[in-house]
């Protein structure tokens, strides 16, 4: 079997590395490894590679920084004589950053099975490009491999058919698991016992001035209580420095990107993470670690509902209320949703290898679609 992977932004490399690792246990799987090249920074790229011990990508695209449609249209037109001349049985594409998208459109015109890993998430919030490409992929791809029941139900509603989903869980939670062990030992030395861990880095939060000097606010008044280490993903940086914004609080550290494993280790270790991530909010629910997320809406519900996660939005009233309520030991430990096992990537290579055994679960009963 010929599979082509494809990755792109800096949460797919986890998410992909396992199934490559899984993948490539099986017999007769041939493996190419696709790097659209929409992250390329070293700290924002290599280093994950390095990490993760994934295979130096095969291919890559090198398409760089752009607009949407810039970023998306110059990977369609990269990436398609790839497939023509591959001719995969399967291209797997992960999450739902415009790489994502943009392979899986490309597949669907030429007629090449896609199987999207992470399916059926949903924040139903339009104005977040990352919700587009989600319902988007989703409708074209042939093999929905979901990592909470929850996806199942949002397929479901928008009319795919039960043949096509297979909930597997949380392949970004295989590599936690794997990695943990080596993270420990990289966790910086100088860290305090106590401290918050913080990353923003979506358009809503860090492009409005506005938006972004308040929470800058927020984060020095909360640097009084706690140390705060903030690694500043290069977008939220350039605005920092666009809008000359005040942070020069004595507790609040500001860090270059992290590498996965020291950040893997920062956030078991902290007293409290503030975040505007989607793979954060899994993460910390996994580890026990209190997450209080700067967004409306998640698409991962499983966080809050069985998780440590709370969603805060805008209200900065309502962070510095829950800040100090984490931070005087009150907050719910939560529980680790099904199938966030190890296992995710395993259950993927069976659905592609051994299709016969893995037949989807019945269909919900018509109350529950309603
Ligand atoms: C992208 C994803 C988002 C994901 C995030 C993780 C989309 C629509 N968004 O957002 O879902 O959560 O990755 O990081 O796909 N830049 C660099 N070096 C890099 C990459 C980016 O300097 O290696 C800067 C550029 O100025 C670029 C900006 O960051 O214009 C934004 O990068 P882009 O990939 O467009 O979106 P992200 O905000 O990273």
Redesign the pocket.
């Known amino acids: 079997m010929n599979i082509v992977h494809v990755v792109?932004?800096?949460?797919n490399f986890m998410k992909a590395a396992p199934v490559l690792k899984a993948l490539g246990t099986r017999p007769n799987v041939r493996q190419t490894l696709v790097h659209t090249g929409?992250?390329?920074?070293a700290?924002?790229?290599e280093v994950f590679f390095d990490q993760l011990k994934m295979p130096k990508p095969d291919i890559s695209l090198a398409v760089g920084?752009?607009t949407?449609a810039e970023?998306t249209a110059t990977i369609m037109v990269r990436f398609e004589p790839v497939v023509l001349e591959h001719k995969p049985d399967w291209v797997l594409v992960y999450?739902?950053?415009?790489?994502?998208v943009a392979a899986a459109l490309v597949c669907s015109k030429v007629g090449v099975k896609v199987a999207h890993v992470e399916s059926g998430l949903r924040s139903f919030d339009r104005s977040m490009?990352?919700e587009i490409?989600r319902v988007l992929t989703d409708q074209i791809a042939d093999l929905l491999l979901t990592p909470s029941k929850d996806g199942d139900l949002n397929l479901v509603r928008e009319g795919i058919p039960r043949s096509k989903i297979r909930f597997v869980g949380n392949t970004m939670i295989d590599t936690l698991i794997q990695l943990l062990p080596s993270a420990a030992n990289l966790v910086p030395k100088d860290l305090p016992s106590r401290y918050a861990l913080v990353t923003l880095?979506?358009?809503s939060n860090v492009d409005d001035p506005i938006a972004l000097r308040e929470l800058c606010e927020t984060l020095a008044w909360l640097s009084m209580r706690i140390e705060v280490f903030f690694p500043v993903?290069?977008?939220t940086r350039?605005r920092m420095q666009e809008f000359n914004m005040p942070v020069d609080s004595p507790g609040l550290h500001l860090l270059p990107p992290t590498p996965y494993l020291q950040f893997l280790g920062m956030q078991q270790h902290a007293c409290l993470v503030l975040t505007d991530?989607?793979?954060i909010q899994e993460e910390t629910t996994y580890l026990g670690v209190p997450c209080l997320t700067l967004r409306e809406n998640t698409e991962r519900p499983i966080t809050t509902t069985m998780g440590t996660n709370v969603i805060v939005g805008r209200d900065l009233g309502l962070l510095r209320a829950e800040s100090l309520r984490v931070l005087s030991g009150d907050f719910r430990r939560g529980t680790i949703p099904p199938l966030w096992d190890g296992h995710a990537s395993e259950r993927i290579a069976d659905c592609l290898c051994n299709p016969a055994e893995h037949q989807p679960a019945p269909e919900p009963a018509a109350s529950s679609v309603a």
Not at 8 to 11: H, I, K, N, Q, V
Request: no cysteine; hydrophobic share 10%.
């Open positions: 792109g932004a800096r949460p929409q992250h390329y920074d700290e924002m790229s920084s752009g949407h970023q999450g739902d950053v415009n790489s994502t490009p990352e490409n880095h979506r358009p993903h290069p977008r350039r991530s989607g793979g």
